[in-house]
């Protein structure tokens, strides 16, 4: 029997502490950086430490122990992290935001997860690759997917997949299936340029039966008329899905650009070139990309911040998102990572051989921020017709936004 948790009996740390906490860990983050590139996986003291700290509850429900927080704390927090270590800011993003989308399963699904252990982290991938079978009560899934980002550390797992109509002429129904470990095994396929800390290894099932109530429809994500909001009434559990879960993969590039921009500050008060005896401080070409990358990181991250408070002020007031808002937040999002890769690679070159050393402090971020582009949520050419097309008053073609 699961034990319901009143939000009086939940101590919730104020916005501020949580992103100091994560502000604090940015030196031990940096500090494991290289063992978790190492290992292709994120230390185990190190999901300890951010479980400890809270961050995992910041966008779960009050009555499973967690925080009910505006998602701009998530995002704050997630960019501190990936500060310290893009993999373990990643890593977070992804399996951070899954308390979100599993307080849209059904009660019952909710209870199977956090029914015990209101700590337990989910991982997931969406690729709809899975085989579904129709069976009495629920589907049997089996099927590979890849890109499962800390799952070495969760203990279940949300797998995307299209389930067949039963009528011809039907579309298939997307949905996610909410697995637990013992039904599925991990095979350590990670071996990558950039976020090789993320461990998103391979998640294979070999066909098993998920109840009906352990899938989540994406037709209910994006029309916000999802089960779970029976029970997890907030007004923060109204917004649409997508808008969550695609600033969760883009939003680690924020961090690792700023760690890329202070090793390029640090770089450049250091260095003079052995060739010219010039002093890179004194190079104004080099000191203009830095001001560029830094002026532009601040636009991204106060746009991301613009767009929830927005959000978050329609849905307390019960208002839905138009179309083309939704559109336009999802559009912004997805250009982040690949502005974030311009700047850095602007830097590059500016700044001499030694920044080319995997010693350097600017190499792994800019291996992880171009790594990150190959999401396909990080690709605006998918959603620039969207943009246009609700600018124009036509329903949007792509309904994960």
């Not at 907030?234 to 969550?244: H, M, Y």
């Not at 700023?258 to 010219?276: E, G, M, P, W, Y």
């Not at 999002?333 to 974030?340: D, E, G, I, L, W």
Request: hydrophobic share 40%; aromatic share 8%.
């Amino acid at each position: 029997m699961a034990t319901m948790l009143k939000s009086e009996d939940v101590a919730i740390p104020s916005a501020e502490d949580l992103v100091e906490r994560a502000r604090a860990m940015i030196p031990v983050l940096r500090s494991r950086a290289k063992q978790a590139t190492a290992a292709h996986k994120i230390p185990d003291e190190t999901i300890a430490e951010m479980k400890a700290a809270g961050f995992f509850r910041i966008l779960q429900p009050k009555r499973w122990g967690g925080y009910e927080m505006h998602p701009n704390v998530f995002f704050s927090v997630l960019k501190e992290i990936a500060q310290g270590c893009m993999s373990t800011g990643w890593v977070y993003g992804v399996v951070g935001c899954h308390p979100y989308e599993l307080a849209l399963f059904s009660d019952k699904a909710q209870a199977e997860v956090w029914g015990e252990d209101t700590s337990v982290l989910v991982s997931s991938s969406y690729q709809p690759v899975g085989k579904v079978e129709h069976a009495e009560g629920g589907f049997y899934l089996s099927g590979r997917w890849g890109f499962s980002s800390g799952s070495q550390h969760c203990d279940w797992v949300l797998l995307g997949s299209l389930v067949p109509p039963k009528n011809e002429g039907d579309a298939p129904d997307m949905r996610t299936f909410l697995v637990p470990r013992k039904d599925y095994r991990i095979e350590e396929t990670w071996d990558t340029f950039g976020l090789q800390g993320t461990g998103s290894h391979d998640v294979v099932i070999e066909r098993v039966f998920i109840p009906d109530y352990r899938t989540h429809r994406a037709a209910d994500g994006f029309l916000c008329t999802n089960p779970g909001q029976k029970e997890n009434s907030a007004p923060l559990f109204s917004l649409p899905w997508a808008q969550i879960f695609v600033r969760s993969v883009s939003s680690a590039a924020l961090g690792g650009t700023r760690a890329a921009i202070d090793a390029a500050i640090k770089i450049a008060n250091d260095r003079v070139s052995t060739n010219t005896g010039k002093a890179s401080k004194t190079d104004p070409i080099l000191m203009a990309a830095i001001a560029k990358a830094h002026a532009q990181l601040l636009e991204m991250e106060a746009t991301l911040e613009a767009s929830f408070d927005k959000m978050m002020a329609k849905a307390d007031r019960g208002e839905p998102l138009e179309m083309s808002e939704r559109a336009l937040y999802r559009y912004q999002s997805s250009t982040v990572v690949r502005r974030c890769a311009d700047l850095v690679d602007e830097l590059m070159p500016l700044l001499g051989g030694r920044a080319i050393y995997m010693s350097s402090p600017i190499i792994q971020p800019w291996l992880d921020i171009n790594a990150a582009r190959a999401h396909v949520a990080n690709d605006p050419n998918n959603m620039a017709a969207d943009l246009v097309g609700t600018l124009n008053g036509q329903a949007p073609s792509f309904l994960f936004l």
